[in-house]
């Protein structure tokens, strides 16, 4: 894989539920948490996801079905193949003693961070938010290794939402950093959070993106002319500090912002 489209087939399919899948690759170009691919349907589209871990020869892409492409990549199964390109982007640094948040889909990115943490012996706490239990990426797993849930029913973990937890665990403990991945609601709330704390942050935004190498312009963040696809999806504070756009409606593809209020102003 690399910055030209090369079609790989879908090794194994993981489901989550229904519309919330993962599927594994034979990928062996190197790819850092926190970086995305695009991946191609033929006849379809081409899309930006982030890598939700990467092991052993195998790249793992987790979709969660919400429009035409990500509903028509649940149909996936093993042998099919689709186009990959990348890996594009800025990601994590793995930092000792970090709170790794993921929230909703958000915890695939971060999941790949936590996992190469612990790959490195590098100690770090996870915390992952969701909306209900059957929306918790790899509740297996995490349940087994003692991750901090919370969920917004309670039906797993703790009721509650991820900025609120993330109080209470920065009242009960230290941390070096905030790093975290989710709906630009909670990153809003987290940076917020952080800055009280004065605690650093890597923070991964999605916006609309084309051409992934910085040419199109189309994921540029206004006030700062950053582009999400090169400068980011991984910003921290000091990158923030311009960018005059965060919780607002994000452009669509035409480059538009549609009008409607953004979370901030609701
Ligand atoms: C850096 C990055 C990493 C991402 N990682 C993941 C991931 O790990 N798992 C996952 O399920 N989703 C991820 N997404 C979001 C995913 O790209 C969109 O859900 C997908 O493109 C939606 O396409 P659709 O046709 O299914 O839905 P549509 O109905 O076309 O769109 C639904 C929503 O997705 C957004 N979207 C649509 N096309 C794009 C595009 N080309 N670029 C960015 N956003 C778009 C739209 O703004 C809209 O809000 C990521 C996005 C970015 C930018």
């Known amino acids: 894989m690399n910055e030209q489209m090369q079609t790989f087939p879908v090794v194994e399919v993981v489901e989550h539920n229904p519309t919330l899948k993962t599927f594994y690759f034979k990928v062996k170009t190197p790819v850092k948490p926190g970086q995305f691919v695009l991946m191609w349907l033929p006849g379809l589209d081409e899309k930006p996801f982030s890598v939700s871990d990467q092991k052993r020869g195998r790249l793992e892409i987790t979709i969660k079905a919400i429009g035409p492409f990500t509903k028509k990549a649940m149909e996936l199964e093993p042998g099919d193949r689709v186009g990959l390109r990348g890996p594009f982007g800025r990601g994590f640094e793995v930092q000792d003693n970090a709170l790794i948040v993921g929230a909703g889909c958000g915890v ?14 590098v100690n770090t706490t996870l915390l992952i938010g969701a909306r209900n239990s059957a929306e918790v990426l790899f509740k297996d797993q995490y349940v087994d290794e003692g991750a901090t849930i919370v969920t917004d029913d309670g039906s797993l973990g703790g009721k509650g939402l991820v900025p609120d937890r993330v109080r209470e665990m920065l009242a009960s403990g230290s941390y070096s950093t905030i790093c975290a991945s989710g709906p630009e609601v909670v990153l809003v709330a987290l940076r917020n959070i952080a800055k009280e704390h004065n605690l650093p942050v890597q923070l991964s935004f999605e916006r609309y993106m084309k051409c992934a190498i910085g040419i199109c312009g189309q994921c540029c963040l206004d006030g700062s002319g950053i582009r999400v696809c090169v400068e980011g999806p991984v910003l921290t504070h000091e990158e923030l500090e311009q960018v005059t756009e965060l919780g607002l409606p994000h452009r669509d593809a035409t480059g538009q912002r549609p009008e409607k209020p953004g979370i901030c102003q609701a």
Do not use: D, G, I, Q
């Open 108 to 121: 695939a990115p971060v999941r790949f961070l936590h996992e190469t943490a612990k790959r490195m012996e």
